[in-house]
């Protein structure tokens, strides 16, 4: 059950797959209703977000992944959750670049790779401020 009516699902055959998904979801979202410009994302610092070239870009590199630099595009990058300001960091840059984001990407609770970085549920929740922007949830 969802708590949603009409519900739709897109199933991916592992992590990187889906993240790859919905970072294209979430541009063709824009480029649908017609807005230009929403071509980046952002993510936290020490994300892992998988293999493919999508999920490398919005992940925090390393983990044996820097040769592949050259083909990760850029994103706007906040701090990784074991800075205590990561989330007000994170909504001052996506009030900075709210014209040029498609989406926020980011692992909600715990940053496993990073070395089990963890960030309550609620630091997530909707603050006092509301900028519209979608989010990719890496779970």
């Known amino acids: 059950m969802v708590p949603v009516d009409g519900p739709h699902f897109l199933f991916a055959s592992d992590g990187a797959a889906a993240v790859e998904q919905a970072l294209k979801i979430a541009f063709q979202y824009w480029v649908n209703i017609g807005v230009t410009g929403r071509q980046t994302y952002l993510s936290f610092g020490g994300a892992y977000h998988g293999d493919t070239v999508g999920s490398l870009s919005v992940g925090a590199g390393g983990f044996g992944t820097d040769i592949f630099d050259p083909l990760r595009f850029p ?5 990784g959750y074991d800075d205590p300001g990561c989330i007000e960091a994170a909504v001052s840059l996506i009030e900075r670049h709210r014209h040029r984001l ?8 715990v940053q496993g790779a990073a070395g089990m970085k963890m960030l309550p549920a609620e630091s997530f929740a909707p603050s006092r401020r509301h900028v519209g922007m979608g989010c990719v949830v890496d779970l």
């Open 75 to 79: 994103v706007v990058r906040a701090p």
């Open 102 to 109: 498609a989406a926020v990407v980011l692992e909600p609770l």
